[in-house]
């Protein structure tokens, strides 16, 4: 079921790091087809905080790439390296509340710790051991400008949590086990794609969020980030996530399925949406 006609607002966030692939393709399919569907807007935003590894010219291709895919959004695209000070913003909020607090244990900590296991489906972070956290008491130092020091916002140990997915239906997480403590804002002065993802869905409008099966568990993150900032949640929507002929989750490694390698080898748009129709 497709959110409301009148206010729907989607979008697109792909993140210049590399070139766009057919898993990209399906699921900016997907979220343009739910828009018109709902006779909503359909916005596109850069998710260019990665500055180690985002680079110009993959916009101009991811550009030209969504273009020659068909798909068309209804505002100028907006850029997440523009918006730093919204983040910060949200970030003082956060700490002002009590929320967050200085993170000096590394990666390697973590993982190295016996109560670590990696979260979830998405294996990229580690759950971060409740020992590790200040003790009570502890008094919070201020906010550094720049910020050369992680902050993680404490999530509520057991406190159950749910969401209604709106390709896979009712979604539940319990915070401190199938989650812990995750980073707002990193050691570099960036913000985390958990916090700068909320803070601009919620400053634009979105109304429902589809994105790749892959970050479900961040969704109980943010909507912990949500309610900690007074934002109203979207919906969502996680669409099944593409594999090559191994099985192997589909990445930007994936040249050989780059929309742009297709295009050079003459396939088409239409040619490739049939191939999912079919298939």
């Known amino acids: 079921m497709v959110p409301s006609v009148s206010t729907?607002?989607?979008?697109?966030?792909?993140?210049?790091?590399?070139?766009?692939h057919l898993g990209h393709a399906r699921t900016f399919w997907t979220a343009q087809a739910r828009t018109h569907a709902a006779g909503g807007q359909l916005l596109l935003r850069n998710d260019d905080l990665d500055t180690a590894r985002c680079r110009p010219e993959f916009v101009t291709a991811m550009l030209e790439d969504l273009r020659w895919f068909g798909l068309h959004w209804n505002e100028p695209m907006v850029s997440q390296s523009a918006r730093i000070p919204l983040y910060r913003a949200a970030l003082a909020r956060l700490h002002a509340a009590g929320c967050i607090y200085p993170c000096a244990r590394s990666r390697r900590d973590v993982l190295a710790a016996a109560s670590a296991p990696h979260d979830g489906e998405e294996n990229d972070e580690p759950l971060y051991p409740p020992q590790f956290r200040p003790p009570a008491g502890?008094?919070?130092?201020?906010?550094?400008?720049?910020?050369?020091?992680?902050?993680?916002?404490?999530?509520?140990?057991?406190?159950?949590?749910s969401f209604?997915?709106?390709?896979?239906?009712?979604?539940?997480?319990?915070?401190g086990k199938d989650f812990g403590d995750f980073l707002v804002w990193r050691k570099d002065d960036a913000p985390s794609y958990q916090l700068a993802c909320v803070v601009d869905?919620?400053?634009m409008g979105i109304t429902e969020v589809v994105r790749g099966a892959d970050l479900r568990l961040?969704?109980?993150?943010?909507?912990?980030?949500?309610?900690a900032l007074g934002f109203a949640a979207p919906a969502f929507y996680h669409c099944e996530l593409m594999a090559d002929e191994k099985g192997v989750r589909l990445a930007k490694r994936h040249d050989a399925l780059a929309l742009r390698t297709l295009h050079e080898q003459g396939w088409t748009p239409e040619g490739i949406r049939a191939g999912w129709a079919s298939g």
């Open 201 to 203: 869905d919620a400053a």
């Open 8 to 20: 729907y607002r989607g979008r697109l966030a792909p993140s210049p790091t590399g070139l766009l």
């Open 218 to 227: 961040s969704t109980f993150r943010q909507l912990l980030l949500y309610r």
């Open 164 to 175: 209604m997915d709106g390709r896979t239906g009712p979604q539940h997480a319990v915070a």
């Open 138 to 161: 502890t008094p919070r130092p201020a906010l550094t400008d720049p910020i050369a020091v992680n902050w993680r916002l404490r999530v509520p140990d057991g406190e159950s949590l």
